[in-house]
Nanobody
């Protein structure tokens, strides 16, 4: 079992920045990658960014490239999402998630943190 707790959401004006953090506990040694996803009401949950746990390789959704940065701290078992130049369309509940294998699914999810960007 892996427990994930997100923090750092809030209300920000367009063009502003927020930093989300996800603290992982439990069987974190089995982590292959950590990801951030988001979901707006009435829409499907979508991938935002991912980082592999051992070597830190990253990937991003095209709409957040050059604005968002995902990072991890293996010693603290945390993964952060630095979000700059925020846009109203970034408004959503943001979730972190963990997967154990390269071909596996994201099996563990946090409770989510709300990000609201005003225009």
């Amino acid at each position: 079992q892996v427990q994930l707790v997100e923090s750092g959401g809030g209300l920000v004006q367009a063009g502003g920045s927020l930093r989300l953090s996800c603290a992982a506990s439990g069987r974190t040694f089995s982590t292959y990658a950590m990801g951030w996803f988001r979901q707006d009401p009435g829409k499907e949950r979508e991938f935002v960014a991912r980082i592999t746990w051992n070597d830190g390789r990253t990937s991003y959704q095209d709409s957040v490239k050059d604005r968002f940065t995902i990072s991890r701290d293996n010693a603290q078992n945390t993964v952060d999402l630095q979000m700059n130049s925020l846009k109203p369309e970034d408004t959503a509940v943001y979730y972190c998630a963990q997967k154990s294998t390269i071909l596996g699914t994201y099996d563990y999810w946090g409770q989510g943190t709300q990000v609201t960007v005003s225009s």
